[in-house]
């Protein structure tokens, strides 16, 4: 699988899917995240939840995570040459990209090579990733949004970190997990849940993005609660940039 991985990375055999980012409110697109698809010619489509752990583990993640930000940056860039309202892009990374050499060095090189304005740059970043190195990732953190970048937490909820770091974190939004947004209109415990974080990072200043929003009932849910935005399968699935862009098209 990694000998497989590594010769998808080298022929360019991988792609970047993006799935909307709406407005709770108005359900306008205000955003996409990029999303790395393997089309494996044998195996076919491989998830993401199978092959990113394997690029964790053997390093082949740098070269994936800084061919997923420069395609990122550069398709997001080409939509706003387009004319298409500003929307910005959200990429996921892991902890060893965040902690590895000259991080914030790449984030300039890539957004100068691509003309992308920071401010539609978003980095998305789970919080098992802050559990060893919470000081560490702070100051680079701290780097890279002087360049004007912003850091999501991604699948919140999840991981095993307590509370107390959301005080610390430098972060513009909290990523409620797919997991607490499935339960919210069958039951209570789960509704409330929900409508707890929602309160929690609201009161912090953070905004709030659901993800994995499938029913035209978790959407007036989270809209009752204030969510900020909503991302999900009830909006549209991820997409190939041309699907994307087509998408773009319509509104
Ligand atoms: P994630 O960052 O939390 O991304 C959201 C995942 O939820 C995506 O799965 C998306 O397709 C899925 N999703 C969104 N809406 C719905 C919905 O309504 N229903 C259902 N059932 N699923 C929904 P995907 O693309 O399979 O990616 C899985 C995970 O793999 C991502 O979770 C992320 O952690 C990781 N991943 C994907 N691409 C990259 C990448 O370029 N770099 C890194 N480091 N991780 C990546
Ligand atoms: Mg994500
Ligand atoms: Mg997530």
């Known amino acids: 699988m990694e000998t497989r991985l590594r010769q998808a990375i080298e022929q360019n055999l991988l792609s970047v899917y993006y799935q909307p980012i709406v407005d709770c409110q108005n359900e306008e697109i205000c955003g996409a995240e990029a999303l790395c698809r393997w089309n494996d010619k044998e195996r076919g489509p491989i998830s993401p939840l199978e092959f990113i752990p394997i690029a964790e583990e053997s390093g082949l993640i740098m070269g994936l995570g800084k061919w997923m930000l420069e395609q990122a940056c550069s398709d997001a860039q080409k939509w706003q040459e387009k004319n298409f309202k500003?929307?910005?892009?959200?990429?996921?990374?892991?902890?060893?990209?965040?902690?590895?050499?000259?991080?914030?060095?790449?984030?300039?090189?890539?957004?100068?090579?691509?003309?992308?304005?920071?401010?539609?740059?978003?980095?998305?970043?789970?919080?098992?990733?802050?559990?060893?190195?919470?000081?560490?990732?702070?100051?680079?953190?701290?780097?890279?949004?002087?360049?004007?970048?912003?850091?999501?937490?991604?699948?919140?909820?999840?991981?095993?970190?307590?509370?107390?770091?959301?005080?610390?974190?430098?972060?513009?939004?909290?990523?409620?997990?797919?997991?607490?947004?499935?339960?919210?209109?069958?039951?209570?415990?789960?509704?409330?849940?929900?409508?707890?974080?929602?309160?929690?990072?609201?009161?912090?200043?953070?905004?709030?993005?659901?993800?994995?929003?499938?029913?035209?009932?978790?959407?007036?849910?989270?809209?009752?609660?204030q969510c900020s935005y909503i991302q999900g399968y009830l909006f549209s699935k991820p997409l190939p940039q041309v699907d994307f862009e087509n998408l773009l098209k319509t509104i």
């Open 86 to 225: 500003p929307i910005t892009v959200s990429v996921n990374i892991t902890q060893a990209q965040l902690l590895s050499k000259n991080f914030r060095e790449l984030i300039l090189e890539i957004l100068k090579k691509t003309k992308l304005d920071p401010q539609l740059l978003k980095l998305e970043i789970t919080e098992s990733a802050f559990i060893q190195n919470l000081s560490d990732a702070v100051v680079i953190m701290k780097e890279i949004i002087s360049l004007g970048v912003r850091f999501v937490v991604d699948d919140f909820g999840t991981g095993y970190s307590s509370l107390s770091y959301l005080r610390e974190l430098p972060i513009c939004a909290l990523k409620i997990d797919k997991s607490f947004i499935d339960p919210i209109t069958h039951n209570s415990q789960g509704a409330a849940l929900t409508q707890s974080i929602i309160g929690i990072g609201k009161s912090l200043g953070l905004e709030i993005v659901a993800e994995g929003v499938e029913s035209k009932e978790q959407l007036l849910f989270l809209r009752a609660y």
